[in-house]
């Protein structure tokens, strides 16, 4: 049984990684497309500690200095002007903040460049609804009181595709060829998810909610968090070889990690935690657009307009008497710039944010899975055998997750131009041997190596490629490993106080708009409290 | 140079080389009926196009003749390679030209390239045995025998062609069965001959066309379906792929048939049955449309109907295909079925997704006809769901109406009430109704307005089908098709595509 289940394993991603293979120097002549990512010179000078102190004494005071614009120090920023608090400043090191919900576009479409959707959220997260409604995705509200969202904002059915044995189908879960031990292991799975979904622990929480935050700590459940899921399933006796593919899809998919690097609790957080709180049945739906998680990322720039200093890597932060003093260096003026504030709100990931603040102590790195994320842009829509094109287009026989159509909410003309997003997250390597991987391919040879892929999902889209972009994330995501609930460095990170507070997804553990949201809105309350500035909360 | 030996066949080779005579004569001819009928079929006009087939395939044949006096060496190897070619040519011959009518842009290039070089491959055939056999027969005795074998062989043919064989077979299949009758002969003589003047190269070429012409014999179902002209009843006149669709134009006897993506779109002896049962109960029923928006509809048929309507000053026509309504704008014979409806000033046509367009569109109009290709794919379903229902909603004019095609009542009538179901959550009153187009069958539409739907006003004289007497039968439904619950059809459900498939499916196999 096992030798069966390994050798299947085994046999899918042999294949799976012949086809990621770069092609060799005969391949196909390189596309049109850039190389890019993160702003790596910055990163490494900010890594290095190569950037000259300031000269004299600090230039700006601000009340709320926030540095990193990620959706956290976004989030915090719309936070803080919720509560009408309007004294502070956003420092981003790239050119534009939005962080890992970046988003680029040409003349075909706009397409995400990272993250590229948000379930619709629980009724738990409260203050992402009001920000949801805010920004003009609610369109109603049923007698319950649930929202009613936009549907041109959610994703449009069809959903998802798998391409599995030869034949596109509906679903992301194999349909056919599935023997009755298959089977019954699929449904017992299923059906404990389903009563994780309900259950709660002894402290009358949800097992597990979204954002994590507001999850029981019952230890029966916290107990989950100290073996790996691929423990915790062989434990619980599913062997099923489909049932563990689809299951180290989704494991790659939410973390980017495989199913012996996440905790069980992470994994079952994946299956478990979603309620998502909406009227009319779409409580299970996404709200995505052409630009993905772009969208929310400029809404919330939009809003907060007039506080945010692009291109300001923050290099240094250290709480200063009752203050906390920022070293920053301005691109533009091509000097550095220390700015005095009463309370400093880190955004930023936890591996630069300790670089930079060593106060933070100097515990274990929290580690992060690299991502390649390629935006193809074809003159004709993909098809193949079986149901027709999704959103969603993943190929059972790929190491990549497949592939996401940027116009598939637009259009009805079932043809014509689009932009593909691909990705593909190097969860086999070692971070650390992955992001070698990552720097060493040239452009062509990432382009050939997505263009294989997708060609053998669809063979008919051999001429449609006009052109492949790739962006290379090294620190995309970070990795809920066995422990992380109780990691004493992220439990400290998590309770630091003023005047230098941490916000980002890291503090999580889990890689998720919901968590980069609630870090920020967390954030901005715990400064606004201790500024002493009157508000209600929101969570 | 060393000449060749003469050919001193034993008995049985002989023999075989008479009896390929009849082989190769009715294989012959049985390819030169293929090509007729073929292009009479694809090309209309069955006198002129069997006519020049035959004169072309008979001109071709006194080429392969002359030209064999030019073949030198060893005559029976080439007989048998000469053999392997027809079978190879003539055998594919029927699918190749089922395969290639749609995809070529002259059809005609390819049919007579294909009948000259059969044609001449078959002119050779007799001259070479003449001469193989010539020393083993007496001169008078060859000449009779051979020409007796050639002239049995015709007459097999042409009462095997149209009693047994097009019936039975079917011209693919029928292609297929004599190349391989053809490549047995070749195979035959290269096993007779003796090993020393046997060719390797020449036997595995003729195992390999052997291996062609079974395997397409048992495709030759799939081929059928692939080609597309195979598929429909009529002689395609027309068929060319745009970007977004398959667009063919069949004609029958004066019946013009438009076809997308395999899908009937109208057929002109009774779409004036479609046209008025979607066009009139609603301009009836407004009491001033001067402006009328027509989402869909790129054939230009409801235009014209709208057109005959003094009231209206603009149709707005929005259909995504640019070649569609160029084809039925310019083409004379088609822009004679929609009146040249697409070339009236009174016509503004806007080639773009009317998904994205409602989105973006201002204005009111007093009339909205929507006719939409069936939901048979989750893009087009998009174009009959709530939320773009709503847009349409907020174009039509306080006391405007509007229509939506809606698929089959009797076939699909779940797939039918939705889109009546999501009308109205899409808060507009709506009210079924329907229409017997014979090539269609019994065929609805959905008729919506903001407020109560307001009652039929007039018709104008001369209509073909709708009088005000027989209007009000629209609206009546049969158990069969009556009304019944249905969900919405929204975005994130799809849920006509899905009821539509269901419902149609057992329909098509
Ligand atoms: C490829 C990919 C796909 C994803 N898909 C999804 C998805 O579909 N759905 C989902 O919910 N999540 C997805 N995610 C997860 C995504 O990371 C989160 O949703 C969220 O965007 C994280 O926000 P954050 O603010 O926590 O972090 P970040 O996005 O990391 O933001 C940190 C910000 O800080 C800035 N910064 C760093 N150092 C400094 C410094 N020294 N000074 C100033 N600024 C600094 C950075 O430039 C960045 O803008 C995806 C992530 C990746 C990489």
């Not at chain 1, 969603?392 to 598939?408: F, I, M, Q, R």
Request: hydrophobic residues 45%.
């Amino acid at each position: 049984m096992k030798a069966d289940r390994r050798g299947v394993l085994a046999g899918g991603s042999a294949l799976a990684a012949a086809a990621l293979l770069p092609p060799g120097c005969a391949s196909s002549p390189p596309f049109p497309g850039a190389l890019s990512g993160p702003d790596m010179a910055r990163g490494h000078r900010l890594r290095d500690g190569r950037f000259p102190a300031p000269d004299g004494p600090a230039e700006e005071r601000v009340g709320i200095a926030i540095a990193g614009g990620g959706i956290a120090g976004l989030a915090a920023g719309w936070r803080l002007l919720e509560a009408g608090f309007t004294d502070w400043v956003l420092y981003e090191l790239e050119d534009e903040a939005g962080g890992n919900a970046r988003s680029g576009r040409n003349a075909v479409s706009a397409y995400p460049l990272g993250a590229h959707y948000l379930p619709v959220p629980n009724r738990e997260a409260r203050a992402l609804h009001q920000m949801l409604d805010q920004f003009g995705m609610v369109t109603g509200r049923d007698a319950a009181g649930a929202p009613r969202f936009d549907p041109t904002q959610l994703c449009a059915d069809l959903e998802e595709r798998l391409l599995w044995r030869g034949k596109w189908q509906e679903g992301l879960y194999p349909a056919a060829g599935l023997s009755a031990d298959d089977q019954r292991q699929r449904d017992r799975f299923f059906a404990e998810m389903a009563h994780f979904r309900t259950l709660t622990g002894a402290d009358g929480r949800p097992a597990f909610a979204s954002p994590m935050a507001y999850s029981s700590r019952d230890p029966a459940l916290i107990a989950l968090d100290r073996q790996s899921f691929a423990a915790w399933l062989a434990q619980q006796g599913y062997t099923s070889p489909p049932l563990l593919a689809h299951l180290r899809y989704a494991s790659r998919d939410d973390y980017g990690s495989e199913l012996d690097a996440i905790s069980a609790w992470a994994g079952l957080h994946y299956f478990a935690a979603r309620r998502g709180w909406a009227a009319d049945g779409q409580g299970d739906s996404e709200l995505t657009w052409p630009e993905g998680n772009g969208r929310l990322a400029a809404l919330l720039r939009n809003s907060v307009k007039g506080h945010i200093r692009t291109a300001s890597p923050v290099f240094a932060a250290r709480a200063d008497g009752a203050g906390a003093v920022l070293d920053r260096w301005d691109q533009q003026a091509g000097r550095a710039i220390r700015t005095r504030a009463d309370l400093a709100v880190l955004a930023m990931p936890h591996f630069v944010a300790r670089r930079i603040a060593p106060a933070l102590g100097a515990a274990p790195a929290f580690s992060y899975s690299p991502w390649v994320v390629a935006n193809v842009t074809v003159n004709r829509l993909p098809r193949g055998p079986g149901v027709p094109l999704a959103w969603d287009n993943v190929s059972a026989g790929s190491e990549s997750l497949g592939y996401v159509v940027a116009t598939h909410q637009t259009s009805s003309a079932g043809n014509g131009p689009s932009v593909l997003t691909w990705y593909l997250p190097l969860s086999r390597e070692t971070p650390k041997a992955a992001r070698e991987l990552l720097q060493s391919r040239s452009l062509s040879e990432w382009q050939g190596i997505v263009r294989n892929d997708l060609l053998t999902m669809n063979p008919d889209l051999d001429g449609a490629i006009d052109r492949i972009d790739l962006w290379r994330w090294g620190h995309a995501m970070i990795r809920p490993t066995p422990g992380f609930l109780n990691d004493p460095a992220r439990r400290a990170a998590q309770s630091l106080k003023p005047p230098l507070l941490l916000a980002h997804s890291d503090l999580s553990g889990l890689s998720l708009f919901e968590e980069a949201h609630y870090r920020g809105v967390a954030a901005a309350e715990a400064a606004l409290r201790a500024l002493g500035h009157s508000f209600t909360s929101l969570l | 140079m060393t000449a060749p030996t003469p050919d001193k066949p034993q008995a049985s080779l002989a023999f075989v080389l008479l009896l390929s005579v009849l082989v190769v004569a009715t294989c012959g001819l049985i390819y030169e009926l293929l090509a007729g009928t073929l292009a009479s079929y694809l090309l209309g006009d069955s006198v002129t196009q069997f006519s020049t087939v035959i004169g072309a395939y008979l001109f071709a044949m006194g080429v392969g003749s002359w030209l064999s006096r030019y073949v030198k060496g060893d005559e029976l190897s080439i007989f048998v390679r000469v053999e392997v070619l027809i079978a190879l040519l003539g055998g594919w011959s029927a699918a190749a030209l089922f395969l290639l009518f749609p995809l070529v842009s002259d059809f005609r290039l390819a049919l007579y390239g294909l009948v000259l070089a059969i044609g001449a491959m078959v002119g050779l055939e007799i001259p070479l045995l003449i001469r193989i056999l010539q020393h083993r027969f007496a001169f008078r005795e060859l000449v009779s025998n051979v020409l007796t074998f050639d002239y049995v062989g015709a007459l097999v043919a042409s009462v095997l062609f149209p009693l047994l064989l097009v019936p039975q077979l079917g011209l693919i299949r029928t292609g297929f069965v004599f190349g391989l009758a053809n490549i047995s002969v070749a195979i035959a003589l290269l096993l007779i001959l003796p090993r020393s003047r046997r060719n390797a190269a020449d036997l595995a070429a003729a195992l390999l066309v052997t291996a062609s012409l079974i395997a397409g014999l048992f495709l030759a179902e799939r081929l059928q379906r692939w080609s597309e002209v195979a598929f429909y009843q009529e002689p395609v006149i027309y068929a060319r792929s745009t970007p977004y669709q398959r667009m063919v134009l069949t004609r029958r006897s004066g019946d013009i048939r438009l076809y997308l993506n395999g899908n009937l779109q109208f057929s002109s002896r009774d779409e004036y049955r479609y046209h008025e049962a979607l066009v009139w109960p609603v301009l009836g029923r407004v009491a001033n449309p001067a402006q009328v928006l027509v989402l869909g509809g790129g054939d230009g048929l409801a235009a014209r109907e709208i057109l005959r309507d003094r009231r209206v000053q603009r149709v707005t026509l929005v259909d995504l295909d640019p070649e569609m309504t160029r084809l039925f704008r310019d083409t004379p014979q088609l822009a004679a079925l929609n009146g040249h409806a697409l070339a009236s000033p009174r016509v503004s046509v806007h080639n773009a997704d009317a998904f994205r367009w409602v989105k973006e569109a201002r204005g009111q109009y007093d009339a909205v006809i929507v006719d939409f290709p069936d939901p048979t794919e989750f893009s087009l379903g998009k174009l009959y769901t709530e939320h773009f229902y709503r847009e349409v909603a907020r174009l039509l004019a306080p006391g405007g109406v509007m229509t939506v095609q809606s698929t089959s009542p009797l076939i699909a009538p779940r797939s039918f009430w939705t889109v009546a179901t999501t009308l109205e959550a899409a808060g507009l009153s709506a009210r079924g109704y329907h229409a017997y187009v014979p090539s269609f069958g019994e065929w609805g539409f959905t008729m919506a307005a903001h407020g109560a739907i307001p009652p039929l006003a007039a018709l104008p004289p001369g209509l073909r089908f709708l009088t005000p007497q027989s209007e009000p039968l629209l609206y009546q439904f049969p158990p069969d098709m009556a009304r019944r619950p249905t969900p919405v059809n929204r975005l994130d459900n799809q849920a006509l595509v899905r009821s539509f498939a269901e419902e149609w499916g057992p329909y098509e196999g």
